[in-house]
Nanobody, 117 residues
């Protein structure tokens, strides 16, 4: 059974930091590109960051220089270190696992991040 379980969300003040984790099970984690997406109220889901199977990374423009994605294949976990958080970072953050041959995509249930003073 495939599972992606996010954790680490919560309430933080502007300028603060959070570290999200996504623990995977039920598939060959090391073969998948792992991503973090987010969806704010009334907005479409957007890509935050992606890390492929060999560790190459890419980021959405709004988080470049503030967020860092990483993965630990031994722990089957992907992380999102979020620094210098802004109110506009408030959203539900989702973990995604994807490969293209054959195309397969899995989603976690999401974790809420709230930025408030």
């Amino acid at each position: 059974q495939v599972q992606l379980v996010e954790s680490g969300g919560g309430l933080v003040q502007p300028g603060g930091s959070l570290r999200l984790s996504c623990e995977a099970s039920g598939f060959t984690f090391s073969s998948y590109a792992m991503s973090w997406y987010r969806q704010a109220p009334g907005k479409e889901r957007e890509l935050v960051a992606v890390i492929n199977s060999v560790g190459d990374t890419n980021y959405g423009d709004s988080v470049k220089g503030r967020f860092t994605i990483s993965r630990d294949n031994a722990k089957r976990t992907v992380y999102l270190q979020m620094n210098s958080l802004k109110r506009e970072d408030r959203a539900v953050y989702y973990c995604n696992a994807r490969r293209f041959s054959p195309y397969t995509s899995y989603w976690g249930q999401g974790t809420q991040v709230t930025i408030s003073s």
